[in-house]
């Protein structure tokens, strides 16, 4: 299967520690699929609830993704990047970022990872 960069896919990030991210969550691909050991980096996404502050990462409107989502926003997690395996994608992909968040994101993982 292909992995679209800037796709969101449902990913299992299994269970971690203390502030890793554990369980199902979507994603958006970050790196194409590295062929040798089957794995790519991805920006975990969570949905961003009313008053609580969220840092290091930039907010989507899930209205334009989605038809009837449960939550009106969502935050992707730059600060949270991480590898996974192609075995931890469950199904196909949901949607790719418009090229406005696309360029939100790249913003963010320069600020974030100290590239600018």
Do not use: W
Request: overall charge positive; glycine content about 6%; charged content about 30%.
């Amino acid at each position: 299967m292909k992995y679209d960069v800037y796709g969101i896919y449902l990913i299992n990030f299994k269970n971690n520690t203390g502030g890793e991210l554990s369980g199902n969550h979507y994603a958006v691909v970050l790196t194409n699929i590295r062929k040798e050991c089957k794995t790519f980096l991805v920006a975990p996404i969570t949905s961003k609830k009313p008053g609580k502050k969220y840092r290091n990462g930039i907010t989507i409107n899930c209205l334009k993704y989605q038809q009837n989502p449960t939550n009106d926003k969502a935050f992707i997690m730059v600060d949270k990047i991480r590898e996974v395996s192609k075995f931890r994608v469950y199904g196909d992909k949901q949607y790719d970022l418009d090229s406005d968040d696309i360029a939100k994101l790249k913003e963010s993982m320069a600020k974030v990872l100290n590239l600018q």
